[in-house]
């Protein structure tokens, strides 16, 4: 049985982040980073200069006058919303293939209503800045994507065994492949630079026991997980795991809150496929 | 994919009377007197905080009565009181209500208790509706209090990156000057192995010219002295060939040695006075012949108002007025060539005065006019197979007469001829000097020869050639090949004048000639030496180098010489310093031995 580090390796000869994204990502973290230097990275790559430029002038940003240099456009995006940018970009591309066991297509749509879901639980509800949460979400599954790269028939035999009620997800992936796509992904986007915040959320978003503050990002993760997977935006057919019981208070506790999340998500749905959504 | 509700994802969690339940509690709390019971769609009952007791078929009945009704319906309790039953359609569930303080026949459509009752109720689904407003609000507030501290972070980090780049701009300015100061540290190093190069250069143009004037000074001399014995026609012929070839090779030297001492920086002009009439009549003395020869009209006029005699550098004056008139009379086959001196100015005391040397030859296209003022250049590459030339004289002229501060320019015209001119400051000499001058001339013409020579020479070729020399114009001579071997002589012979090479093995001219003097200095040792014991003057002694600086010329001095020649040695020079040094012997000839 394969290591998770052992797939990682094989992954990382096989396909990798591209420059560009990890560039950026790294450049996040750096406190020394400038715009200059985003400016730099991000010019070399035209299909970032266009979603960019298109970002920073949709209704969101609400700008009086059209932006149309990269300095500018980098400095009203901010860093991390350009992070954001660069990694669904980055990523789309790897999230390709359809078929009845395992939906590439559909988990790249799982994935992303995770990340919207969660980016508005945490600005709506917790009142934090959703930008770190939105990428947990868009990169959380990116352990399936390696898996269903190297091991195809062993996570189709997962999903099937999954799906026949054999256990959790994560238990029948332990089963048939010897690792999970959490422990996967955790180790994949530390690789990536990614901040910690995000990297313990990707690692426990199957771990409902482990909650130990509500507002963390890692109890966002799973909340959103578990409202997309009700939503039926999630690829793997097979039941979905309850909330924790501190995660159901919670929702009790706000229930109006979370009736209004429910009822604006098309909308925020539209507007992130307006910005993020590619031209093919 | 049907839009998704909050009853959907959270069936599992939500209490589905949750609503029914918390509308009961806000209606409890308006109406205190009241007792209530809520009957939901699925018929589960909920009891307000006073709660009304009912038997079932009766309780369904009234249920079915108000779903069915528009408004009030009234019934009874079970234990017979009056109570009245509604249909909250946006509930789905049917309100019982039992007011004591109500009585019966208020309850018709329209009463004002019926009014009351349906604001009432009206009122607490709007208190429920307003707890998601208030939920909407908040999240509104907060998401606009990210987008502040958002907009705050982005101000933040723009003031950081502002001040990243100013240390980033610092940073390359100082990068930026420490470059720019080893840089220049790095071309003043160049330039002061650059200055060093030259100065071996020049030096090295030094020695190559005394190497090349000690053969050439043999050439010369042998071929003169070959001239002069009995020849056959065309042996004579062969003689003047390569007595011509010798001048005009040592002239070449000597134009590539001016050239390198002029861009050495090295050439410096005399400041001596000399007559203007005499320098021009000597350059026009040159060409008469020549001029004759190929038909040309040569005249010389010069301006009374021009200085007749002037300070300067006679020599470089004639040099450049020589080469001006040799170009016109290479290019001229007809018409003629005129030097001429004008008058142009006064300007602090000196009298600027305009040369110009006019010929009517081919002239020079104006494209190529700038050309021939570069070194090894002509108008053009024919005009060299054609005229011959090195092309190095205009190059001389042009830094000459910017020494003598003028410019050489010139006008010309293809077909018609050209004109070269430079305008310069003349000084007018003092007239004491000029009769001392004159006094040499008159006292040199008068000399009569005689006397012993000391001839210090170490190569035995120009030996020979000044001992013939030297033999010829009446005077003894005796050699010493280096400046150990003259002492020796002076040893033991008296001697009217040493004739001392500067670079000789062993020792020296130089340091020959600071021997003699220490020797005349110190009378016990003077009376050692038969050659300056007698003497009450210090021995004449004259240098002789193929160095011609100026420089070379003054270390002879500073040595104790108190004459300088340069080699080639010539004929008429030799006489004349010799004339001038010699002691003069009246009534004494000397026959010559040719």
């Not at chain 2, 006019?358 to 700038?370: F, K, L, M, N, T």
């Not at chain 2, 040893?491 to 020792?507: C, I």
């Not at chain 2, 050659?531 to 210090?538: D, F």
């Amino acid at each position: 049985m394969p290591s998770a580090k052992d797939l990682l390796r094989k992954f990382t000869e096989l396909k990798t982040l591209p420059h560009v994204a990890i560039k950026v990502t790294q450049m996040v973290n750096d406190d020394r980073s400038t715009m200059q230097d985003f400016e730099e990275i991000i010019k070399l790559d035209p299909v970032l200069v266009t979603r960019l430029l298109r970002l920073v002038n949709s209704p969101y940003f609400g700008l009086s006058q059209k932006v149309e240099s990269i300095s500018k456009a980098v400095v009203f995006a901010g860093m991390k919303q350009l992070r954001n940018l660069v990694a669904v970009e980055a990523l789309r591309g790897m999230f390709k293939g359809d078929d009845v066991d395992f939906s590439a297509q559909k988990l790249w749509l799982h994935s992303a209503t995770v990340a919207i879901l969660a980016g508005m639980i945490a600005k709506r509800i917790f009142g934090k800045d959703g930008e770190d949460v939105f990428l947990a979400g868009i990169i959380h599954d990116i352990g399936l994507i390696v898996e269903n790269q190297l091991v195809p028939e062993k996570l189709r035999e997962a999903c099937k065994a999954f799906r026949e009620g054999k256990g959790t997800l994560i238990e029948c992936e332990r089963n048939a492949i010897g690792t999970d796509h959490a422990e996967v992904g955790y180790l994949l986007t530390k690789e990536w630079g990614m901040p910690q915040e995000v990297l313990s959320a990707i690692k426990s978003h199957h771990q409902g026991k482990q909650v130990k503050s509500v507002s963390s990002a890692s109890s966002i993760l799973l909340l959103a997980e578990f409202m997309a997977g009700k939503m039926q935006y999630w690829p793997i057919v097979g039941p979905i795991e309850g909330l924790p019981p501190e995660l159901t208070a919670h929702v009790k506790e706000r229930v109006a809150d979370y009736k209004i999340i429910i009822r604006d998500l098309p909308d925020e749905m539209a507007k992130a496929k307006e910005l993020y959504e590619s031209d093919e | 994919m049907t839009e998704p509700t909050f009853d959907a994802i959270f069936d599992d969690l939500i209490d589905v009377n949750e609503e029914l339940q918390s509308f009961l509690r806000i209606l409890d709390g308006l109406l205190p007197e009241a007792s209530l019971l809520l009957v939901s769609e699925a018929g589960v009952l909920l009891d307000g905080s006073r709660s009304l007791a009912f038997a079932q078929p009766l309780r369904e009945k009234l249920v079915q009565e108000a779903r069915a009704a528009d408004g009030f319906v009234v019934g009874k309790t079970e234990n017979n009181v009056r109570c009245h039953a509604v249909y909250l359609a946006k509930l789905s569930a049917v309100l019982i209500i039992s007011c004591a303080a109500a009585p019966d026949d208020a309850w018709g459509p329209g009463s004002a208790l019926a009014t009351l009752l349906q604001n009432t109720i009206d009122l607490a689904m709007h208190r429920q509706e307003r707890e998601m407003l208030v939920a909407d609000h908040e999240q509104s507030v907060r998401q606009i209090n990210i987008l502040q501290q958002q907009h705050g972070k982005l101000i933040e980090d723009n003031y950081r990156q502002y001040r990243l780049n100013q240390d980033r701009e610092k940073e390359y300015a100082r990068k930026l000057e420490s470059e720019i100061a080893k840089q220049t540290a790095e071309l003043r190093e160049a330039n002061v192995r650059l200055e060093e190069i030259s100065r071996l250069k020049s030096d090295f143009l030094a020695n190559m010219s005394h190497e090349l004037r000690t053969p050439m000074n043999a050439i010369i001399g042998f071929s003169e002295l070959l001239s002069e014995t009995p020849l056959a026609e065309d042996q004579l012929d062969y003689t003047r060939t390569i007595a011509q070839s010798a001048a005009s090779l040592l002239s070449l030297i000597n134009d590539i040695l001016d050239l390198a001492k002029i861009e050495a920086g090295k050439l410096e002009l005399e400041h001596l006075p000399f007559d203007l009439a005499e320098v021009i009549g000597n350059v026009a003395a040159m060409f008469k012949i020549p001029a004759r020869e190929k038909g040309v009209v040569f005249t010389c006029k010069i301006d009374s108002n021009v200085p007749k005699r002037n300070m300067g550098d006679s020599n470089r004056l004639r040099q450049v007025l020589i080469n001006l008139v040799g170009n016109a009379m290479k290019f001229t086959e007809q018409g003629g060539i005129d030097i001429e001196v004008a008058y142009e100015r006064e300007a602090a005391g000196r009298i600027v005065s305009r040369f110009s040397v006019r010929d009517s030859g081919i002239g020079i296209p104006a494209d190529r006019v700038g050309a021939i003022f570069e070194k090894f250049t002509q108008a053009d590459g024919s005009t060299t197979r054609k005229y011959g030339g090195t092309g190095l004289g205009l190059a001389i002229c042009l830094q000459l007469v910017e020494l003598m501060g003028g410019r050489l320019a010139v006008e010309s015209e293809v077909g018609k001829g050209s004109t070269f001119y430079f305008v310069i400051p003349l000084e007018e000499a003092p007239a004491e000097i000029i009769s001392l001058q004159e006094h040499k001339v008159i006292g040199r013409d008068k000399a009569a020869h005689g006397g012993r020579i000391l001839l210090v020479e170490d190569n035995a070729v120009n030996q020979r050639l000044a001992s013939i020399l030297i033999t010829r114009e009446g005077y003894e001579v005796e050699v010493a090949s280096d400046g150990a071997e003259a002492l020796e002589h002076l040893r033991h012979q008296p001697f009217d004048l040493v004739l001392m090479d500067v670079q000789m093995p062993n020792m020296d001219g130089m340091e020959a000639t600071r021997r003699i003097r220490k020797i005349e200095a110190d009378p016990a040792q003077k009376q050692s030496y038969v050659g300056l014991r007698a003497l009450t003057q210090p021995l004449g002694i004259v240098g002789l180098t193929a160095h011609a600086r100026k420089e070379d010329e003054t270390a002879c001095y500073e040595a104790g010489m108190n004459g300088f020649l340069t080699k080639p040695i010539v004929k008429a020079k030799l006489s004349m310093i010799l004339s001038e040094r010699m002691p003069q012997v009246s009534c004494k000839e000397t026959e010559d031995p040719s």
